[in-house]
């Protein structure tokens, strides 16, 4: 099967493994910086607003906390602290390639912001209303490059983010954590506004803090004890520049790559296989067909390729006592009688029989052609009365001769089944020990259903890859209401896929 369906494995190969390397070469690596954080429910003053969290699962602490670190007030104020990026910021760590479909991106993406400006006339609101996409834009994008996510069993969640430069991706995830625990200590302050007032001691060192805290928003690594701060979640391990992208390494992925997609053509292969309806062997033909295996004819044949088969067809003759003998196929271009005549010489050589093969292919005739002679006088002509039986026999050797169609005039089918054409062949039977019946393939003709009451035997030709298994056995079945001897069928346009080396050894 694999062998057979080379060409499905190899294109899988091929086609999987060109993809996922184009993806990679594409794709702009990444670096990831995470930041950890402790969900306390601890604060510095007490306040009832924080009452519940010491109540709450560590799970939903966490979750919860988790989702806060997402929402526009800590991200809006990360932004603040970073500012814009350029749009085309990716290209200069880009594969050219990618950088060119960056270019293309931009562009649509300056159009679109220039065709919504438009539809304003004043030019210093055109301009803002300009500047307030952008940071739209910059907004989602930070919220799509964040990443937050709970640790398992423990009030511990980590913050990641993800940019083109390591130095950025810690300096960005750095001021998202202390943009969240600012955040958290503005939900304290204004409790404690709320409770005691401006002038009280709390609320002043709460203040103080949170500007502290806002002096820091510049991503650089701090010490320990300023990091943790006094708000109700801790960063207990700040972001350092990560030393490896994101993700396994190119060459890494590339060879997965290469080995799945050997899995996949190897799937591919014999699912394409157990879903063709040809036959592929020998042993299908048995099975199928119901009826002994022959022999098999190559692709391209040589006249030795027909020897073996001949051997059986010489022997089941003559076992049998049986004279004619048509062979059949489904479909044109099946190779009959390129068959019958390599059949006709090896069984006149080998076994020395007087042989006689009869073109009854009156649509399409070709026998004259395989044995290079005239297609003057021919069946036609005996049948209709014009010539004798002897007369249009042209002797090809001493022990073969050939009835070719001779010139069609009547319509074939009206020929054929006229009692002059199994008298005919009757006659033929007499005058020579094996008779060879050529004739149109079932698809273009029922003619083999009307010649096989009148001959001894059928041999049915299925074409390797080409003949379908249903198709066959119907036509079998339509043959079979004449009840001729089913010598075997022969197995045409044989592939030999395994490589010798390899047949003979395993």
């Known amino acids: 099967v694999l062998f057979r369906q080379k060409w499905v494995v190899i294109t899988s190969i091929l086609t999987v493994t060109i993809v996922v390397g184009l993806g990679l070469w594409m794709k702009t690596e990444t670096y990831t910086a995470t930041v950890k954080m402790l969900v306390t429910a601890q604060k510095g003053v007490e306040s009832p607003f924080y009452g519940p969290l010491m109540n709450m699962q560590n799970v939903q602490v966490a979750l919860t906390q988790s989702e806060i670190v997402k929402s526009n007030p800590v991200m809006e104020r990360t932004l603040r602290a970073i500012g814009l990026k350029q749009l085309d910021f990716e290209k200069k760590f880009a594969s050219p390639l990618r950088r060119i479909m960056i270019d293309r991106n931009v562009a649509s993406v300056n159009k679109k912001i220039a065709e919504m400006a438009a539809r304003i006339p004043d030019e210093t609101i055109r301009e803002q209303q300009k500047q307030n996409i952008l940071v739209r834009l910059a907004l989602e994008e930070l919220k799509q490059n964040v990443k937050v996510e709970p640790i398992r069993d423990t009030n511990l969640f980590t913050i990641s983010y993800s940019d083109f430069d390591p130095g950025i991706a810690s300096g960005v995830a750095n001021i998202i954590s202390r943009s969240y625990v600012i955040f958290d200590l503005e939900q304290q302050l204004a409790e404690m506004q709320m409770k005691y007032g401006d002038k009280n001691l709390a609320v002043i060192q709460l203040r103080d803090n949170i500007a502290q805290m806002e002096k820091s928003l510049t991503g650089q690594v701090l010490p320990n004890i300023e990091a943790i701060g006094p708000a109700s979640v801790k960063i207990v391990e700040q972001a350092t520049p990560p030393m490896k992208p994101t993700g396994l390494p190119k060459p890494l992925m590339l060879i997965l790559a290469f080995f799945m997609s050997i899995f996949l053509g190897i799937m591919l292969a014999f699912g394409y296989d157990y879903m063709d309806q ?3 062997s020998p042993q299908e033909i048995e099975t199928v067909l119901g009826m002994p295996f022959l022999g098999a004819i ?4 040589k006249p030795h390729d027909y020897e073996h088969i001949s051997d059986q067809l010489c022997f089941e003759l003559k076992d049998r006592k049986l004279k004619s003998l048509m062979i059949v196929a489904s479909y044109p271009k099946e190779g009959i009688t390129t068959a019958i005549a390599n059949l006709a010489r090896s069984i006149s050589n080998k076994c020395r029989p007087k042989v ?15 044995f290079k002679i005239a297609n003057k ?10 010539v004798s039986f002897n007369e249009a ?3 090809v050797t001493a022990n073969l001769a050939v009835l070719t169609s001779g010139k069609i005039n009547l319509n074939p089918g009206t020929l054929l089944e006229s009692q002059k054409m199994g008298v005919l062949i009757d006659h033929a039977k007499q005058e020579y020990d094996v008779v060879f019946v050529d004739c149109t393939n079932l698809r273009e003709a029922k003619d083999a259903i009307v010649l ?5 035997s059928v041999v049915f030709m299925v074409e390797e890859g080409r003949t379908r298994r249903q198709v066959a056995k119907e036509a079998v079945e339509a043959i079979s209401k004449a009840k001729p001897v089913f010598l075997g069928a022969i197995l045409g346009s044989k592939r030999f896929v395994i490589p010798k080396a390899i047949y003979e050894r395993v």
Do not use: C, Y
């Not at 190559?298 to 044949?301: A, D, F, I």
């Open 278 to 280: 040809t036959f592929k």
């Open 298 to 301: 190559p692709r391209k044949p």
């Open 356 to 370: 006689l093969v009869i073109d009854a292919n009156l649509r399409k005739p070709a026998v004259h052609t395989a």
């Open 377 to 386: 006088a021919g069946l036609v002509d005996v049948l209709e009365g014009t």
């Open 393 to 395: 026999v042209n002797n």
């Open 452 to 456: 096989s009451p009148h001959v001894d």
